[in-house]
């Protein structure tokens, strides 16, 4: 603060539009504690293999550095700042969410192919009988977690990978246990504790020992592990598991991203959203769990033609639509009247009303939306209390939808009291007089005047009303969370909105289903850029009416 | 438009000529003013009733809806249930010193995210909206549009991507990852300046060039016009941008919940509803942390109460 005022003065003084050395001086401690920073930043992710962010980091240290320390450039100057969070978190996520949206992301095909094979190894053992505690340390290169094992019956050591068991000569013994070798950290307890990818790592090592006879070395603890048996070899040379007591092989199929049999069928699907997975002719056809692959618009196909989401799908659309609309209408309307019932100067007390009214809008939606549920408690609320009648607001289709609406209308419409409210102060006030003054003729004159040239003016609020609300998780979530449901909460519920329906797919039970969530998110974003589209074409033509 | 800028919130009509009638009959009085009394005090009530029921719940001591308005009061006697007939304060001590849910963390936090997310929000999209409204620059007209673009896409539907993008920040930069508040920040920093750059840009616009340029002349530079002319001759749109963004991250529900999903150190939009959820009816704790909960939305409505009306409207008008 104490430097800008100081600039302040040389500036007038001197009048040179670039500031002065104080400035300089500061805009290079600033830009060099940003460079250490991003500096550091890189070489973390860098570490780790995040190559995106390596890409995005480098490319914004460079643009910082141009943009600020060269003359002119000026639009990038006050550009840089808000466009690299833009980037990383707005339009990286989208543009992510487009690409998933064609892919099988989501339970089962969660991690890339490698760790998959690890997984399925891992996951598939059984403790030997009798089998030897082995003393292993997980150590840890670029990212991956090996085991080093030392053989207790000769003491030899290894590094012991997913796919490789090598011996070692330089490892560091302490009594007679290796605990390091060159080239790579031994990761103590509460490294591994801290870091969840190294801990999942260290889990799912499964280090081949016999593999054809279906033996591995698995970790049981941070420094013992010991010699389990699958029944599944993989063979590193062709890619396949071979199942070691009844022979069957499991090949890699990139179409659904599985390990598969001959006989798995890819087209036999069931279950919402339709999956090959979960079709019976399938079962024990494949190995889990998979990795995600490309599948072009299957999820968009399966969106708008299969009968088992379309049931689910269109009710919700078609709600999502009515509520939002519905409440739009509602809205504006409550707001527009009491802005016209205000239009009297000689109405006393305007101040305290329109204070009092304006409540609801300042009050947190977490309070306002969870006192309503209260209130529409079929059993203890005070709704029913004082209509003397156990209705039960929040547990029919019907009327949880109306509840909503209703909810929505006292919670948002004095929104549109301030704007409308606004927006007539702006209408010439001959005008106004004649709407406002007497009966008939006065209505005439508002519907035919004066409300055109309002819907001019909030014709962009409303527009924008209607997206919040066709997204209004918050609201929906809160009173009634989609529902009531007449099946299994997956199928949505009589007050799903589009958003809360996805929202729930992607994390609302136990099994995740991110791809086909993401489908119906970039449906969402061509619905409403759509509307809006629509919405300002419609606000035009009102315009040129109204010149 | 800049007219009305300058006006502070109409508290009435303004235009009409005063007509000489010092009393009127009482059937005058209800045609031309009486009517709007009553429909402003139905309005009034219907505003007030849950607030002045919440106010009760949060005093009562046991704590439950049935306790708050007993069930054999019914018709327009449970209407007494807004008037609080048991007036303690366990129910606010109990929730301050919950330790298996911590309200005070759950203030803290979305105090800190609301505040530190309107305040650097508010700035950078000022300078965005100046650079749009002053600068002229090649890709000036295909930024705006992208603008508008973004604005059809809130963050809400990209939070499976913001996910997987935050594993991945918790493994390499557990600082600012999964489970920290400084995560969620950013978060929001990038969604929140695609709604309201467009929005000031179209303030900005409003505001004469006349006025920069002669400061130009003047000798200033381009800082001192944005920091001294602009920011201080757009101060209802920064202010509204402020409210809007401070409102909208402090009821922000969806992605809080999955970003900080630990009860011992969320939100209160998500902490909050953690006791009227399931199987959980607490509503005495629920209500006295809910009214706790809206005084900081409340103290900051009443400063920007003054610029709302113009700030709203404004940048609206003139997209």
Not at chain 1, 147 to 156: F, W, Y
Not at chain 1, 413 to 421: E, G, K, L, P, Q
Not at chain 2, 285 to 314: E, N, R
Request: proline share 6%.
């Amino acid at each position: 603060m104490s430097t800008s005022s100081l600039t302040e003065g040389k500036a007038r003084t001197r009048a040179f539009p670039s500031g002065s050395l104080q400035v300089w001086l500061l805009k290079l401690i600033v830009l060099g504690l940003i460079d250490a920073l991003g500096i550091w930043a890189v070489a973390k992710a860098y570490a780790a293999g995040w190559w995106v962010a390596v890409a995005f980091l480098a490319v914004v240290l460079v643009a910082l550095n141009v943009v600020y320390f060269q003359k002119g450039a000026l639009p990038w100057k006050y550009l840089v700042p808000g466009l690299i969070f833009l980037i990383a978190f707005q339009l990286y996520p989208a543009g992510y969410t487009f690409g998933i949206s064609f892919t099988n992301y989501g339970t089962g095909h969660l991690i890339d192919k490698e760790r998959a094979t690890v997984a399925i190894i891992s996951q598939n053992t059984r403790p030997v009988e009798g089998a030897a505690s082995i003393p292993v340390r997980p150590i840890e290169s670029g990212g991956t977690v090996s085991m080093l094992i030392t053989d207790p019956a000769t003491g030899q050591v290894y590094i012991g990978t997913s796919v490789s068991l090598e011996p070692v000569t330089d490892a560091t013994l302490q009594d007679g246990v290796a605990v390091s070798v060159p080239g790579y950290n031994t990761l103590n307890l509460g490294q591994l504790a801290s870091n969840p990818d190294y801990d999942q790592q260290w889990r799912d090592l499964a280090v081949p020992y016999d593999p054809e006879k279906g033996f591995y070395i698995q970790q049981s603890s941070p420094t013992r592990g010991s010699v389990v048996y699958s029944n599944l070899a993989f063979d590193p040379e062709t890619g396949t598991f071979t199942d070691v007591e009844t022979g069957v092989v499991f090949s890699p199929n990139g179409d659904v991203g599985l390990y598969t049999t001959d006989q798995f069928d890819p087209d036999a699907k069931s279950g919402t959203p339709p999956s090959a997975e979960k079709s019976a002719a399938n079962r024990g056809q494949f190995l889990t769990p998979g990795w995600p692959v490309f599948v072009g618009l299957e999820n968009y196909t399966q969106v708008l033609t299969d009968p088992g989401v379309r049931q689910n799908f269109i009710p919700i659309l078609i709600w999502s639509f009515v509520f939002a609309i519905g409440t739009v209408i509602m809205q504006f309307a409550a707001g527009l009247l009491m802005a016209v019932v205000f239009q009297e100067r000689k109405m006393r007390g305007q101040k305290i009303y329109r204070g009092i009214l304006i409540i609801p809008y300042a009050l947190p939606i977490f309070m306002t939306a969870l006192v309503w549920r209260g209130m529409l408690n079929r059993d203890f609320g005070i709704i029913n209390q004082i209509i003397g009648q156990p209705i039960w607001w929040l547990g029919d289709p019907t009327l949880a939808k109306v509840s909503l609406l209703v909810v929505n209308l006292w919670i948002g419409y004095s929104y549109f009291f301030i704007v409308v409210t606004g927006a007539l102060t702006a209408i010439p006030g001959d005008l106004k007089e004649a709407a406002f003054v007497d009966g008939a003729s006065g209505f005439t004159a508002f519907r035919t005047v004066v409300l055109p040239l309002l819907m001019v003016a909030v014709s962009p609020l409303l527009i924008a009303s209607f997206s919040f609300n066709f997204n209004n998780y918050t609201l929906v979530t809160l009173l009634t969370d989609g529902g009531p449901f007449a099946g299994s909460p997956i199928d949505g519920g009589a007050t799903d909105l589009l958003i809360t329906y996805t929202y729930r797919l992607a994390f609302g039970t136990a099994e995740q289903f991110l791809a086909f969530a993401s489908a119906i998110s970039m449906l969402i974003f061509v619905i409403v850029a759509g509307v809006s589209a629509y919405g300002f074409r419609l606000t035009k033509k009102l315009e040129e009416i109204k010149a | 438009m800049s007219d009305t800028a300058t006006k502070a919130a109409p508290s009435s009509t303004g235009d009409k000529p005063l007509r000489a009638a010092p009393r009127m009959s009482f059937g005058r009085w209800v045609t031309t003013v009486g009517w709007r009394h009553a429909i402003a005090l139905i309005a009034v009530f219907l505003a007030m009733f849950p607030v002045l029921y919440i106010i009760n719940v949060s005093l009562n001591p046991v704590g439950s809806l049935s306790a708050a308005c007993p069930p054999d009061k019914t018709g327009l006697a449970a209407l007494t249930c807004l008037i609080p007939s048991d007036v303690s304060l366990q129910n606010y001590q109990d929730v301050l010193n919950d330790s298996l849910r911590p309200y005070t963390v759950w203030f803290r936090n979305s105090l800190t995210i609301a505040l530190a997310v309107a305040v650097t929000s508010t700035l950078m999209s000022a300078c965005g909206a100046f650079a749009f409204s002053r600068l002229r620059f090649k890709g000036r007209r295909p930024g705006l549009l992208a603008l508008v673009l973004l604005q059809m896409f809130p963050q809400l539907l990209a939070l499976t991507a913001i996910f997987i993008i935050m594993t991945q920040m918790t493994e390499v930069f557990p600082q600012i990852g999964l489970g920290t508040i400084y995560g969620l920040i950013i978060i929001y920093l990038g969604g929140s300046l695609g709604v309201n750059t467009y929005l000031m840009k179209g303030f900005f616009d409003t505001i004469p060039v006349e006025i920069d340029e002669s400061a130009k002349m003047d000798g200033a530079s381009h800082v001192r016009i944005f920091f001294t002319l602009i920011l201080r001759l757009a101060a209802p749109v920064l202010v509204v941008v402020f409210f809007v963004t401070f409102t909208g991250m402090f009821n922000e529900l969806a992605i809080a919940r999955t970003l900080l999903p630990d009860i011992r150190n969320t939100t209160l939009a998500v902490g909050l509803n953690s006791y009227v959820s399931g199987t959980r009816q607490e509503w005495g704790l629920f209500a006295a942390g809910a009214l706790m909960a809206a005084i900081p939305m409340l103290v900051i409505f009443a400063f920007s109460q003054k610029y709302l009306t113009t700030g709203l409207t404004a940048g609206a008008v003139k997209g």
